[in-house]
């Protein structure tokens, strides 16, 4: 799934037959998605749900559309939040995570000159949302847009864990619960691999990755890191450096 100049979301998927197919036009209103801001996450079957920053409204609010054929085809877009100030934070990027009938949407919202980070849940495949509620206790009061979006997982039994950055420093949070410090940086994402939860972020021009059992593994210099599992004891990392696409495989 791709984001053009124009603003509008593109899906391309592998047929049976092993080639690509597409683009399908994922937006049902013309070049709303012009941050290019976009997150997509599936069922492991052929579910799939996507969120991003539109413009329709005037101003950036969250909007998504559910696939339930792969990406084939895609449902009628629905909007998922409108802040009551008015939009949501213009230039981070929101998180979506699914399981089973469980869709989660992680995005930064902007109240009262408040960045924090708000969630969203859908508890039937995406067709009905809850309200949104604040991660963490405290607030980042700022002018502007830091960037960076965070990342979220949904866990063993349907816990939903995040990560993301508040200042200078990195948080992880469940709903409903106090925010928990565990390192200073940016470009944070969080993964879980066999049930145990890893993070990376990008830490004085270093990428960092933290384990389940606390160490932390230096990667090197580069930005934007992802985390991906790969297995049941291992995840791979991809981060940018210098133009160049690197990677890692990490034990875990």
Known sequence: MVATQQ???LAFRKGGAGKWEGPVRVNDRDTVAKEGFLALDGDG???????WLDLRQGQNNIYGAQSMDGGKTWSKNKMIYTSPDGH????CKPSVAVQGKQVAIMF???????RNLYLIRSFDGGQTFQGAEKLGLGNWKLDSCPMDGGGLVIGPGGRVQTVWRRQDKIFVAQPGAEEQEVGWGRSCTIETVNGKTAYTWMEGGEIVVKKPDGSKLNLGKGQLPVLQAT???QAVCVWEKEGQIMKAVVAI
């Open 7 to 9: 603003g509008d979301i």
């Open 231 to 233: 297995g049941e004891k």
């Open 88 to 91: 949501v934070c213009e230039c």
């Open 45 to 51: 079957k052929k579910g799939l749900f996507a969120a």
């Open 108 to 114: 930064r919202n902007w109240l009262a000159g408040n």
